[in-house]
């Protein structure tokens, strides 16, 4: 909507996190610089903190972007509550998940793929982003992952990047053995007001502005608002330049960014940090921002003026053959003069671009390299070329100029005389040219054999260099080879080392079931002696709880008979008793009823 208003390619303050536009201030680049180093170096794990919309995620994705062919990477993002199993979202980011496996399948598989890609020479690196929402089991079964490695390396990374609830989790006891293997651990701090401007103005550029649309209280105000948070610092800058479109006001100023956040912001739920800043407006601030401010420098659009390229080479001016002429004619003979001596001039300046032309080396230095001698003969050979065409005109110049005839009052001694001397003088001059040929030509083979020897020194140094080339790609393949068959024997010793504990785990797990089995029968069998045991002390006991009974019950009757008889025996005696006191009283009562006053006595009626 406000891109072409402003003069961008794109929306500078996108929401989304785009590596495109990452400013790197020095928190963020230390950031990303501590997790390169972790990453390079096989640490284990690193961790990355700061507050929603500090810019983990776009250093996360920043560092996906600069990580080598050689890693392989899963990401995990999805990690709220319902968080479930950790191994089935790993697997799943590694493009290893498989329906209907067991937790031991899946470790399985895990464990495999990794010894997998290290045999392979990659590193795997896991980069959970939102970590925060873990759970400490799951953290402790992620470093039971980590487990795996090498005598050297460490075969899996972790990157761990979230709020500062991460770290208060990691702080747990619980967590102890796991916080101790942490290597990197960053918090990214909110930006400053000088970096929050030199955010703005990045992303600015990055999307092809060429001018400032913010001025430096502006973005002083959107600090102040935003507290250095990135996100906000988008969000803010994205609603005030639709404002500024809307009044078509081509640089956003302090007052507009107010005038956004009270009509915008008044009832939002976006978390301003100073909704009041318009009121404590500080220009001492402002002012001294502006010495530190990143201004964009405007490009001039008008193209500038091409200078005009100056003339090397100039074509001579054509000779004008002249006629006869009569031998009166003195200035004639004076032309003739002159358009003879035209050719010398000529020839001269030849001679002397033969005697300036750079006289070739004998020995090429071989430090140098074959692309420069080849350039370097190359000139030489176009040099001596312009050379052979400049002396063909001349002796093209010289036949034509042969045809020159002067005259003299004498008729034809004088021109014989003229005729002669210029062709003593052109033979001459032939001979020298020839000479000059015959050396030039000696020069050129002699060049023409040093390019060919140069090019078969540069094609042996070729063929040097391709076996070399080859036969270090050979021995780094045998290297590689030795290392891989090396690896595979580690890798199938560990294999076979696991089959023999799983066998051992195995018979262990036979001869305690084994064992398990003999003391059930060994405990049935006790419980079973037990049992006849307590059934004879049972029968026993009941003998003699029945001898001890009948014993007492014969002492009872014994006793009771004894008893009976000493009662009977009472009884008897009693019985006499009474028969004796009866038979006494009866005496005694015949003796006191016998006399006169026994009718008295009550006892005597």
């Not at 912001?265 to 401010?293: C, G, Q, Y």
């Not at 050396?439 to 023409?448: F, N, S, T, V």
């Not at 002696?529 to 307590?534: F, G, I, S, T, Y």
């Not at 008793?577 to 009283?585: D, F, I, Q």
Request: net charge neutral; proline share 3%; hydrophobic share 40%.
């Amino acid at each position: 909507m406000y891109e072409a208003f402003y003069g961008f390619k794109e929306k500078p303050f996108s929401m989304l996190p785009d590596p495109g536009f990452l400013y790197l201030s020095k928190k963020h680049q230390a950031a990303l610089t501590l997790l390169e180093y972790g990453l390079l170096n096989h640490v284990g794990f690193c961790v990355i903190s700061g507050e929603a919309g500090a810019g983990k995620t776009t250093i996360l994705r920043a560092l996906l972007e600069r990580v080598a062919d050689d890693v392989t990477v899963g990401l995990i993002t999805n990690t709220h509550q319902s968080f479930g199993g950790l191994l089935d979202w790993v697997l799943s980011a590694f493009d290893l998940h498989q329906p209907n496996l067991t937790h031991v399948e899946m470790h399985q598989i895990f464990m495999e793929y990794l010894i997998e890609e290290y045999a392979n020479g990659h590193t795997v690196l896991l980069i959970v982003d939102e970590a925060q929402n873990m759970k400490a089991d799951a953290l402790e079964e992620l470093r039971m992952l980590s487990n795996v490695n090498s005598e050297k390396d460490q075969l899996m990374q972790v990157v761990l990047a979230g709020q500062p609830a991460l770290k208060e989790t990691l702080r747990k006891p619980d967590l102890m053995q796991f916080a101790q293997r942490i290597a990197v651990d960053y918090h990214l701090d909110a930006l400053n007001v000088v970096e929050t401007c030199g955010y703005i103005q990045h992303r600015l550029k990055t999307a092809g502005a060429e001018k400032d649309v913010f001025a430096p209280a502006a973005c002083e105000r959107i600090h102040t608002y935003s507290g250095g948070t990135p996100r906000l610092i988008n969000l803010l800058c994205e609603t005030v330049l639709v404002y500024g479109f809307a009044d078509q006001q081509d640089q956003i100023d302090v007052g507009l960014v107010d005038e956004m956040v009270q009509e915008r912001m008044k009832d939002s739920v976006v978390p301003i940090v100073n909704r009041d800043a318009a009121e404590h407006d500080n220009k001492e601030a402002t002012k001294a921002l502006l010495k530190d401010f990143p201004w964009i420098e405007v490009k001039d659009k008008k193209p500038k003026p091409a200078k005009a390229k100056k003339e090397v080479e100039t074509e001579p001016e054509a000779e004008k053959p002249v006629s006869a002429a009569s031998s009166t004619d003195r200035g004639k003979q004076k032309s003739t003069v002159k358009t003879e001596a035209k050719p010398e001039s000529k020839s001269e300046s030849v001679k002397a671009a033969v005697s300036q032309k750079p006289v070739p080396p004998t020995v090429v230095p071989e430090e140098k390299g074959t692309k420069q001698q080849l350039i370097k003969f190359g000139s030489i050979a176009f040099v001596i070329a312009i050379l052979l065409i400049g002396v063909a005109l001349f002796l093209n110049g010289k036949e034509d100029s042969s045809g020159v005839i002067a005259v003299d009052e004498t008729g034809n001694t004088v021109e014989e005389q003229v005729s002669n001397r210029a062709m003593l003088e052109l033979q001459k001059k032939r001979e020298q040219e020839e000479v000059r040929l015959k050396q030039l030509k000696q020069e050129a083979e002699a060049l023409q054999k040093e390019r060919e020897a140069a090019e078969v020194k540069i094609e042996e140094e070729k063929q040097a260099k391709k076996k070399a080339a080859t036969a270090a790609a050979l021995a780094a393949r045998q290297a590689e080879n030795k290392r891989l068959t090396a690896e595979k024997k580690r890798v199938a010793k560990a294999k076979e080392r696991d089959r023999k504990a799983k066998q051992r785990d195995a018979k262990a797990k036979t001869d305690a079931d084994r064992l398990k089995r003999e003391r059930a029968e060994l405990e049935e069998d006790r419980q079973v002696m037990k049992a006849r045991l307590e059934e004879e002390n049972r029968i026993k006991q009941a003998e003699n709880t029945r001898r001890l009974e009948q014993e007492w019950q014969e002492r009872q009757r014994q006793q009771q008979l004894a008893q009976e008889q000493a009662i009977a025996k009472a009884r008897a005696e009693r019985q006499a008793e009474l028969e004796a006191r009866a038979k006494a009283e009866a005496e005694s009562k015949t003796s006191e009823c016998s006399g006169p006053t026994a009718r008295f006595k009550a006892s005597c009626r």
